[in-house]
């Protein structure tokens, strides 16, 4: 059965940094292209990061250079560094199994002084 399950949340001032976790079961991450999204208060879901079959790791250019999407095979579980964070960074943050309707229940990243 296939679960992910984040963890990491917290609140946080300006220009500092959090790292989510992404933990898997039922499938290997390290053979799973896999994402972040993130949804804002009264904004819609975007995708933030993502982290191909290959290791490719990609962004959107909100987030670029400040976040670092990462994998560990032997916790099976994916990574969110976020570095210089900013308010307009607050939302809840979900990972996702790439084409597929599998989604952790999200963390809450809350970015304020």
């Known amino acids: 059965q296939v679960q992910l399950l984040e963890s990491g949340a917290g609140l946080v001032q300006p220009g500092g940094s959090l790292r989510l976790s992404c933990a898997a079961s039922?499938?290997?991450?390290?053979?799973?292209?896999m994402s972040w999204y993130r949804q804002g208060p009264g904004k819609e879901r975007e995708l933030v990061a993502a982290?191909?079959?290959?290791?490719?790791?990609k962004y959107s250019d909100a987030v670029k250079g400040r976040y670092t999407n990462s994998r560990d095979r032997s916790k099976n579980t994916v990574y969110l560094q976020m570095n210089s964070l900013k308010p307009e960074d607050t939302g809840v943050y979900s990972c996702n199994l790439d084409f597929t309707a599998y989604w952790g229940k999200g963390a809450l990243v809350t970015v304020s002084s």
């Open positions: 982290i191909t079959i290959s290791g490719v790791t």
């Open positions: 039922g499938f290997a991450v390290s053979g799973s292209g």
